[in-house]
T-cell receptor, first 113, second 113 residues
Framework: DTGVSQNPRHKITKRGQNVTFRCDPISEHNRLYWYRQTLGQGPEFLTY????????KSRLLSDRFSAERPKGSFSTLEIQRTEQGDSAMYLC???????????FGQGTRLTVV | DQQVKQNSPSLSVQEGRISILNCDYT??????FLWYKKYPAEGPTFLIS?????DKNEDGRFTVFLNKSAKHLSLHIVPSQPGDSAVYFC????????????FGKGTRLSVIA
């Protein structure tokens, strides 16, 4: 297990289309986080899971966004009816339950045209 | 309302000298602090952390200092190397582990050979 894996690395989509990103965390990590990063900003928290339970959602996560983590393994983040403002780097991270260091994947860069 | 602030967007240091990156926080509930390093097109990489029960933590060339009364922490890199050129993010959380990491906007460090 080489770390957190995210797919795809890059996604270009037309405004109004739906997109889905996947994150495979480090296998023994119970917690999985989604963050979004735009230019000049630090990562902004979107949501997180403890195993398969989604425990917290940021107010940044509009109703066009949905995240799942079936069976507590990989996670998907779906954005419906994409808008240009959704263009950003979407970062996934995972951590063991007893630790607070989160390990990040390489991110998925979304461009909405 | 920025709970974690990195007021210097950029810093330029000569190779071999000390780099000092600063971070301030406002939330008194934060008791665990982390520094991440980010290269372009990659996810953030964990660098070093410190708990509020300590005022200093050292790992090789990297030392983090915490001043709880001032709600201030700093990352010292000695000696600085060209490979240290990256964006550095300060992050904070509660050690209960039930809160996601809150990040600053980052400081871009350039180490000049």
């Amino acid at each position: 297990d080489t770390g957190v894996s995210q797919n795809p690395r890059h996604k270009i989509t037309k405004r109004g289309q739906n997109v889905t990103f996947r994150c495979d965390p480090i296998s023994e990590h119970n917690r999985l986080y989604w963050y979004r990063q735009t230019l000049g900003q630090g990562p902004e928290f979107l949501t997180y899971f403890q195993n398969e339970a989604q425990l917290e959602k940021s107010r940044l996560l509009s109703d066009r966004f949905s995240a799942e983590r079936p069976k507590g393994s990989f996670s998907t983040l779906e954005i419906q009816r994409t808008e240009q403002g959704d263009s950003a780097m979407y970062l996934c991270a995972s951590s063991p339950e007893w630790n607070t260091e989160a390990f990040f994947g390489q991110g998925t860069r979304l461009t909405v045209v | 309302d920025q709970q974690v602030k990195q007021n210097s967007p950029s810093l330029s240091v000569q190779e071999g000298r000390i780099s000092i990156l600063n971070c301030d926080y406002t939330n008194s509930m934060f008791d665990y602090f982390l520094w991440y390093k980010k290269y372009p097109a990659e996810g953030p990489t964990f660098l070093i952390s410190i708990s509020s029960i300590k005022d200093k933590n050292e790992d090789g060339r990297f030392t983090v200092f915490l001043n709880k009364s001032a709600k201030h922490l700093s990352l010292h890199i000695v000696p600085s190397q060209p490979g240290d050129s990256a964006v550095y993010f300060c992050a904070a959380t509660s050690n209960s582990g039930n809160t996601p990491l809150v990040f600053g906007k980052g400081t871009r460090l350039s180490v000049i050979a």
